[in-house]
């Protein structure tokens, strides 16, 4: 099994600055690029794209909810059409970015609550779909879940995904904080290569949960990221796809 290590970030806004995505790029095949909503700005999507182009790193958008103040983190109540509409415009003005620069937009990966909510909640899994086949491009999310059913139900390309730093509940579900904890490299890395060739991965109880993946993910914004992302990688060399 091969797997490619994925980022979420783009997450500045405006004079504030979130992460250091300059530091994280070397590290990562595949940056997922906030969309506005609940981080970045056009101009940091114009910048992270042109950093991800230097790298030679794909991009693919990380749309959600529109709760800049939340950070995405909230959940919204709102119908199949309007989410939907909501990742289309989202996704839209990523593109306009990657075009500019010649990239092709390589996935879509919800964020947040929005990720979240599509994976226990159909209509909200099916909003996501909708908008994912206006595009035609692969949807990242978590095996096991309304992700996977209702994506490949629908026809879609689905990459499962692991995250290196944050915790599983013993059904699998994801444990979704405000704020990311700082997690030990090592052990971050060695969960990582226990889902590669076991499939299987630790719950926040220690209980071990079926797990799989095709992408691992390291979030930007999590403390010590830069180190996290380097020893991820470094310990996962030999699991690597190739560029």
């Known amino acids: 099994m091969s797997v490619v290590i994925n980022c979420d970030m783009g997450e500045s806004f405006s004079i504030y600055q979130c992460a250091d995505d300059e530091g994280i790029m070397p590290f990562i095949a595949v940056a997922n690029a906030a969309c506005g909503f609940h981080a970045g700005d056009p101009l940091v999507m114009k910048q992270t794209v042109a950093l991800a182009k230097k790298h030679n790193v794909k991009v693919g958008a990380h749309p959600a909810f529109p ?12 119908g199949r059409e309007e989410i939907a509409a909501m990742i289309m415009y989202q996704v839209g003005a990523l593109k306009a970015f990657l075009d500019a620069e010649g990239m092709p937009l390589n996935h879509i990966k919800p964020h947040g609550a929005l990720y979240v909510a599509a994976s226990r909640d159909a209509n909200v899994a099916h909003a996501v779909a909708d908008a994912v086949e206006a595009f035609d491009v692969p949807v990242m999310g978590m095996p096991n879940t309304l992700h996977e059913k209702i994506y490949q139900e629908r026809g879609l390309k689905f990459l499962a995904e692991y995250y290196t730093d944050l915790q599983y509940n013993d059904d699998g579900s994801l444990i979704l904080t405000r704020v990311h904890e700082a997690v030990d490299p090592q052990i971050a890395a060695a969960n990582c290569i226990r889902v590669i060739k076991e499939g299987v991965a630790p719950s926040a109880s220690g209980k071990l949960i079926p797990m799989r993946a095709d992408c691992i993910c390291v979030h930007s914004d999590t403390p010590g990221a830069v180190e996290l992302a380097r020893v991820v990688r470094q310990e996962l060399a030999p699991y690597l796809a190739a560029a």
Do not use: N, P, S, V
């Open 67 to 78: 709760d800049l103040q939340g950070f995405g983190r909230r959940e919204m109540k709102m």
